[in-house]
């Protein structure tokens, strides 16, 4: 299991851009402000390359398809068993997790005041999860409602599946102690319990993350810590 965090606000190079495939270009060329176009290439760019790296084929030649959930793939002529990868990105950080024994998910927010917490939190948890953040300490509230979204978005990440294929609701609550857990009876998808482990990325102080994979892949690794890197570092070719 590896973890990079990129500064997306480094300037994608023109060898970079030149690699992504026509799909992604389209992609690159719908987003209206120039930040997001940024951030689009110079994650996607960086995707490429680790993932070339690891599975050695040039980063111009793979071809990254989307499943019906919308998760990006390895094209099946490409794909290795076991191999997977996850992206997210939020304000000027990106994160990348690749794993080489089994699914994994990642998922990062910038932390910012949540109005309506208590409607939001009903609606892609649950009324009793609501609740229980509710009667959090309102210093540790906002921190508990960020580590319960990303743990949620990676979660589905890892599992392939959007909000619709989990059934709507995201598929983590709180445990007694106030920390995220998987809650394996809202996603029969996610397989037996006790299968899944959740890690907090170390990030900046201003954002929030969560890695999801499955216990075995991420055994005796108490947490996972991104690897930053720097773009002009990365084999364009």
């Known amino acids: ?8 606000n480094q300037c994608a190079t023109t060898a970079g851009c030149d690699l992504l495939q026509e799909d992604e270009r389209s992609e690159y060329a719908r987003f209206a402000h120039v930040r997001d176009r940024r951030t689009f290439a110079v994650t996607r760019t960086a995707l490429r390359c680790l993932l070339g790296h690891e599975i050695g084929i040039a980063p111009r030649d793979l071809r990254l398809v989307r499943n019906p959930w919308g998760k990006p793939l390895l094209a099946d002529t490409q794909h290795q068993p076991g191999f997977d990868f996850s992206v997210a990105h939020a304000g000027d950080l990106s994160v990348i997790a690749i794993s080489s024994c089994g699914p994994v998910g990642v998922d990062i927010e910038r932390r910012h005041h949540v109005s309506e917490m208590h409607r939001i939190a009903t609606d892609v948890f649950d009324e009793p999860t609501a609740s229980a953040l509710d009667r959090l300490p309102p210093s540790s509230r906002e921190d508990a409602f960020f580590r319960l979204w990303t743990a949620g ?8 599946l959007g909000f619709a294929g989990a059934g709507g609701r995201a598929p983590v609550g709180l445990s007694w102690q106030g920390s995220p857990e998987i809650r394996i009876d809202r996603c029969p998808a996610l397989g037996d319990d006790g299968e899944w482990a959740l890690l907090s990325l170390d990030l900046p102080p201003d954002y929030v993350g969560t890695l999801v994979a499955r216990n075995d892949a991420i055994a005796d690794r108490p947490c996972a810590v991104p690897q930053a890197i720097d773009l002009s570092s990365l084999t364009w070719q």
Request: positive net charge; aromatic residues 6%.
């Open 1 to 8: 299991m590896r973890v990079w965090l990129i500064a997306s």
């Open 153 to 160: 978005e990676a979660c589905l990440k890892a599992m392939g």
